[in-house]
């Protein structure tokens, strides 16, 4: 409710006041509103939703039951192979999850997004687009729930440290697949033609010493309004991808500002920074799960009376250390606030100050953000400052550097 209020407020803050106009101001405000009460009413929704399958034990009744849906033989050996039984859990979970998150998703999507005419594409995209992800959910949950489920049965002792190494390992396979064989699934991708953009680009990235192999742009207005700019690949492989829409709507210089800020993320080791730090709360989430996924009353308190199953262990635990999670995403939101201040200083530091600032203002206009929030709501909830706090910090060291 601070940050409806805050939403709701009649003018921007102080250091904005001229940079919008009341006509733009209006039309934030109401993404901003609309937004809110949806994420309100989605809370709400998540939170009875979790409250039912608890207090009605709809976990262990689809366990016990999923066996009677299917056909002879599946469903003996369903009944017989833990292993396949947790595979077709999981696919089962997974459908139903979908389902009750497709009216949600179709309501942000044509109604919420489009009326504030960031919505590009047609329900046949929106629906070709959801029967991809399903296709490639039916090509990957099963291999990847068999072997988390095959080291839960067989590793012992170890089981927190191999459960790490196999996270580990699939998040790296998945970081190379993703950009060349899933991306280009959903995306169009090509390479920036040459011309002025260009060279400028690739003047910033041989100035810093990035390994640009590739520069692409992706057709990111098939589907939204929203801009966007990102790099990937590993050791002296870097990639850099261009939404189209952050082309057409910001100059050649702003584009390059904000490029400089992304650089600097890499520059600033912040990408392995947060990697290892993932992979540290991994291997935390692990050695705790290996603490209780033995505790008396576990399985029995979430209906499980019949059996034990190795990985509803994992997923009971989910639940119980929900509220740590809470915790954890706070702090690393903490870290990602610096790492933002951090990459616009870098931007400062190459001479794309006043650039990334005229970027920022661009965006934050063409993406209706909310120009006001609650302080407190956005330390929690927000991965980046907000804009009246960046601008504060990239105008401090422009200054400093004069």
């Known amino acids: 409710m601070r940050q409806l209020k805050a939403i709701k407020l009649p003018d921007p803050p102080a250091s904005l006041k001229g940079l919008f106009t009341r006509k733009l101001y209006d039309e934030a405000q109401a993404y901003s509103v609309d937004k809110w009460w949806f994420g309100f009413w989605h809370g709400i929704y998540n939170l009875v939703e979790t409250v039912l399958w608890l207090q ?167 589907r939204s309004g929203h801009s966007n700019a990102y790099m990937y690949g590993f050791f002296n492989n870097k990639r850099i991808v261009l939404f189209d829409t952050l082309i057409k709507e910001c100059s050649e210089e702003q584009v390059v500002a904000v490029l400089a800020h992304e650089l600097g993320h890499w520059k600033l080791r912040h990408t392995p920074i947060n990697f290892v730090m ?69 931007a400062v530091q190459q001479g794309k100050g006043k650039e990334l600032r005229e970027a920022l203002l661009k965006l934050e206009e063409t993406n209706k953000a909310s120009l006001n929030v609650d302080p407190l709501y956005s330390a929690y909830h927000h991965s980046h400052p907000h804009i009246t706090e960046r601008l504060a910090a990239i105008d401090a060291a422009l200054k400093k550097g004069q």
Not at 194 to 222: C, H, N, V, W
């Open 56 to 222: 009605l034990r709809i976990v262990p009744w689809l366990w016990y039951s999923l066996p009677s849906w299917l056909p002879q033989p599946l469903a003996a050996i369903v009944e017989d192979n833990e292993i396949v039984h947790t595979v077709a859990f999981m696919l089962a979970s997974s459908l139903i999850n979908l389902v009750l998150s497709l009216p949600w998703t179709l309501y942000s999507t044509f109604v919420i997004e489009q009326r504030h005419g960031f919505n590009k594409q047609t329900l046949g995209l929106f629906f070709s687009d959801l029967v991809k992800s399903c296709v490639l959910g039916a090509v990957f949950i099963p291999p990847l729930v068999a072997a988390f489920t095959y080291i839960l049965q067989r590793a012992g002792p170890w089981v927190p440290l191999q459960l790490w190494a196999f996270v580990l390992g699939v998040s790296l396979f998945f970081l190379t697949i993703y950009p060349v064989v899933i991306a280009p699934l959903f995306n169009k991708y090509e390479l920036l033609p040459q011309g002025s953009l260009r060279d400028k680009i690739e003047a910033l990235a041989g100035s810093l010493s990035f390994p640009l192999k590739k520069l692409y742009t992706m057709d990111g207005s098939k």
């Open 278 to 346: 993932s992979q540290f709360i991994t291997l935390a989430n692990f050695l705790l799960f290996a603490g209780m996924r033995t505790a008396p009353g576990l399985f029995e308190s979430f209906g499980f009376d019949k059996s034990r199953p190795a990985f509803i262990a994992f997923v009971l635990f989910q639940f119980v250390v929900a509220p740590v999670d809470e915790v954890i995403g706070f702090i690393t939101n903490v870290v990602s606030r610096r790492f933002e201040y951090q990459a616009d200083g870098f």
